[in-house]
Each structure stands twice: as structure tokens, then as C-alpha cells.
């Protein structure tokens, strides 16, 4: 007579989508999948404003151009041969079981707390330490689709220069003078003091005031804790959310 088999354990509940996505800071690979629709409303935004919405610190674009001959026709294959490539490459993740784009909610939803509460608790730290009254500039009656752009390219490029490139960078070339912490805090104060002074540099610099430029710092400050914790994608979301923020509130 057979021995009745012992009855299997239920198989592993599946992490959800949330869990998963605050298990671990988000990977590089990841967060160029997280980030392209900010590339993708930047790119096609500045077509229709006329090229007013372009990042000061944003070399991709120019770059593309070149690239494209300076042919509107070819900017747009170029761009429609970037989005097919993108659905493409999330049509592959999804079968290997790589990414689900249900990871957009929770970013988002993490991105969005972030932008809703930086300003005050930056505001909250000058008012502890200092008596000052950051007036930032912000561009007067900007329509619905510029504010979409304008965020769009300022969380993508700004991110990419300043953290990615900007942090990344001076901490390599400081951890061959000193330890990995200490390179790590030099980083993220350098490149934080760099961010708030590129925003009065140039001709489209505003006026520099000592109360906007503390600011500015503090926010750079704030956007690099996130990169370093959380990833680029979050980083890049928060900045562009924060944007769209503050340029609906003057709007």
C-alpha cells in the first residue's frame, strides 16, 4: 500500500511591488528605464517651445542635434527610434521577469513626499540656524506644458550633471586623498555648493543673493542624499516634481 504524501508548503508569497521597491536603492540599469519618460517629454517638449525650455546644463540635446544634422526629420527618427527601443527593452525585462512597470507607482509615490516636504524642511533648517528670507526667481506665468518641461529637463540633466557625474566624480578623485566617508561628505558638499552656483552663472543666471544661493545649497544637499540613498531614477523624479511644484505655485 502506497504512504500518502505529505502535503506540500504553499509556495513563497511574491514581494509586492512596494517592498521591492524600498528593499534597496534602485540600480543604474533601472533607473535609466525609470527616467526615460522625463527624456521623452523634454526632448519633445522643447520642439514646441521653441527651444525656450532647454536646460542650461543639458549637452545631450545639443549633442543629438549635431548628430542629426541639424534636420528636424532626423530629430524626430532619432526620438522615435529611442521610444521603440524603449518599449522594446520593457517587453523583454517583463518576459525574463526583470522589471514590471508597476515599479513607476511606488517611485513615484516615494518621488512625490520627497518634493512635497524639501522645501519645508530646508526652509525649517535656515530659519533654525540663520535670519534668512531665500527669494528664489521663477519665471512669471509659464504655461502647463512649459512647467512639464522645464521639470522634466531640470530633474533628468540636473541630476545627471550634478549628482551623477558631479558627485560621482569629485568623490572618485577624493578617495585616493582620503578615506571613502570622508570623500563621500567632501562630494556631496562640493558638488552641492557647484549646483546652487551654476543657477547664477550665465547669461540666464539670475542675480546672486546670498539667501537664494544658502538655499539652493541645502536643496542640493537634499537631492544628494536622495541619489546616494535611493538612486538616480528618485533623485531625477523628485527634482522634476518639486519643479513642477514651485513653477505651478508662481504660474
Known amino acids: 500500500m502506497a504512504r500518502a504524501q505529505p502535503p506540500r508548503p504553499p509556495p513563497p508569497r511574491a514581494r509586492s511591488a512596494f517592498w521591492e521597491h524600498f528593499s534597496a536603492r534602485i540600480d543604474p540599469f533601472t533607473s535609466a528605464v525609470l527616467v526615460f519618460p522625463l527624456l521623452l517629454v523634454y526632448q519633445l517638449g522643447i520642439l514646441g517651445s521653441g527651444g525656450l525650455g532647454l536646460n542650461g546644463v543639458d549637452f545631450v540635446t545639443k549633442s543629438l542635434i549635431e548628430l542629426c544634422a541639424r534636420?528636424?526629420?532626423?530629430?524626430?527618427?532619432?526620438?522615435g527610434a529611442g521610444l521603440l527601443g524603449y518599449a522594446a527593452i520593457l517587453v523583454i525585462l517583463r518576459s525574463y521577469g526583470?522589471?514590471?512597470p508597476q515599479r513607476f507607482v511606488p517611485m513615484l509615490v516615494e518621488s512625490g513626499f520627497y518634493a512635497s516636504t524639501m522645501g519645508t524642511l530646508i526652509l525649517l533648517v535656515i530659519h533654525r540656524f540663520t535670519e534668512l528670507v531665500p527669494g528664489l526667481a521663477v519665471a512669471a506665468r509659464t504655461s502647463v506644458a512649459d512647467i512639464a518641461v522645464i521639470s522634466a529637463?531640470?530633474?533628468l540633466h540636473e541630476e545627471l550633471i550634478f549628482r551623477v557625474l558631479g558627485m560621482g566624480g569629485?568623490?572618485?578623485l577624493l578617495s585616493g586623498l582620503t578615506g571613502r566617508r570622508r570623500a563621500w561628505l567632501g562630494a556631496l558638499v562640493l558638488s552641492s555648493l557647484i549646483f546652487s552656483l551654476a543657477h547664477h552663472v550665465g547669461p540666464a543666471g539670475e542675480p546672486f543673493t546670498y539667501a537664494a544661493f544658502v538655499y539652493r545649497t541645502l536643496a542640493g544637499v537634499f537631492f544628494a542624499l536622495v541619489y546616494q540613498?535611493?538612486?538616480f531614477a528618485v533623485a531625477a523624479w523628485t527634482h522634476a516634481l518639486y519643479d513642477v511644484y514651485v513653477l505651478s505655485l508662481h504660474g
Open 98 to 100: 526583470r522589471f514590471s
Open 153 to 155: 529637463g531640470a530633474g
Open 170 to 172: 569629485i568623490g572618485f
Open 71 to 79: 534636420d528636424l526629420g532626423n530629430y524626430m527618427a532619432a526620438l
Open 229 to 231: 540613498l535611493r538612486g
